[in-house]
């Protein structure tokens, strides 16, 4: 295992584990998981382009890959589908949040069906919230997702009416790839909240796409919050579509939403899941507009009502690096490359990191 006086250390940083080639799980692909991290990188740029508000710069990507189609809420991008010369593989990708904390700040993380966004009482959960950079999501919980089954689970709200702002542009692409390549194997990917995005895209590409074989469909997610119930998670698990989910031990949107709020032992089974928590049991009855707060405020009103359940997906691979601040640890470029043992990222050749350089150089300038 690389020293913790290894050159990638910063001052502040202390390495306690790594993933190296002697200890990366059966199958799991490093070099894969860095190109992944690699176009993420690149979403984020697509997004820096965006709010530039610059319209002679159009986001692109770099040889060897070409961009197939852009996703966006609200017209803020969120991401985009590519493939990659000299292969058959196609990529699936969705970013987080700029900064760390909105995604937890901001969205809704009620559970409702991923089949049609009904709450435990079959009612329709409209989303009409602030989410990432400040953008209002509204009406998206009427969207079904065709060909889903009713119980599949329940998954966070304000997720789900992210995801289905982006789905058919996604769904369309891969139809289209697939008349060219049959034979393609799907990577998806995302980070932080792009980590549940994507988790969310696997069984839709499974259920609305031509790429019905769970074998050439592939998801990594980084640093990825929980994003549905256990029903959801077993229902996950049942579609035999290997997920590898990368996580620094530190890293706290990775512990986010928390599992449960039955602290000790849950209400008796007859006790209907969130039937007193307004939203979900994260704001709680009193609307606490911070699911934080909100969660732990739930927690203590709860008396007899039984807390809902959160639950991660995929083969957990695990790192600890320990940082001076959250923000930190949650860093995709540097802290989850070295934690996987690969280098840091650098896209500045890029040409959506240059056109952002150069945007600002020509402001600054003005």
């Known amino acids: 295992m690389p020293s913790l006086t290894d050159t990638n250390q910063s001052t502040d940083r202390i390495i306690i584990s790594q993933l190296d080639i002697n ?3 059966k199958g799991f692909d490093a070099q894969m ?5 690699e176009l993420t990188q690149y979403a984020y740029n697509q ?5 530039l508000k610059n319209n002679s710069q159009i986001f692109n990507l770099k040889e060897p890959f070409i961009l197939h189609t852009e996703f966006a809420e609200n017209g803020v991008p969120f991401g985009y589908v590519a493939s990659e010369d000299g292969t058959d593989n196609i990529y699936v990708i969705f970013r987080g949040t700029r900064g760390f904390l909105e995604w937890f700040k901001d969205v809704n993380i009620q559970l409702v069906s991923f089949k049609d ?5 079959h009612e329709i959960v409209e989303i009409k919230d602030t989410i990432a950079e400040g953008i209002l999501q509204e009406n998206q919980g009427s969207v079904i997702i065709p060909n889903i089954d009713n119980n ?4 966070t709200a304000g997720f789900r009416g992210i995801y289905v702002s982006l789905r058919k542009k996604l769904i369309d692409a891969l139809n289209e790839k697939w008349k060219k390549s049959q034979n393609a194997k799907v990577f998806v990917t995302g980070h932080s909240l792009g980590g549940a995005l994507a988790t969310l895209a696997i069984p839709d590409i499974l259920k609305n796409t031509q790429f019905t074989n769970p074998e050439n469909v592939v998801l990594y997610t980084f640093a990825s919050p929980r994003c549905g119930d256990r029903q959801f998670a077993a229902s996950f698990e049942a579609l035999k579509v290997q997920h590898w989910r990368i996580a620094n031990t530190e890293d ?7 599992p449960t709020g039955n602290v000790i032992k849950p209400a008796p089974s007859n006790e209907a899941p969130e039937a007193e928590l307004g939203i979900g049991g994260v704001a709680g009855v009193d609307k606490n507009p911070n699911p934080v707060f909100g969660f732990f405020k739930a927690m203590y009103d709860r008396n007899k009502r039984r807390m809902p359940d959160y639950v991660h997906t995929g083969t957990p691979t695990y790192f600890t690096i320990h940082e001076a601040a959250l923000e930190k640890h949650h ?13 840091p990222i650098l896209v500045t050749d890029s040409v959506a990191k240059k056109a952002v350089e150069t945007i600002k150089d020509k402001v600054a300038d003005e």
Not at 117 to 121: C, D, L, P
Request: hydrophobic content about 45%; charged content about 15%; proline content about 5%.
């Open 33 to 37: 998981a860095r190109k992944l991290a």
């Open 23 to 25: 200890t990366y799980p």
């Open 331 to 343: 860093n995709l470029n540097e802290v989850y490359m070295i934690g996987i043992s690969q280098t």
């Open 152 to 155: 599949f689970g329940f998954v």
């Open 47 to 51: 997004f820096d382009l965006f709010e």
């Open 252 to 258: 706290f949107v990775t512990m986010l939403p928390f």
């Open 117 to 121: 966004s009904t709450n435990r009482n």
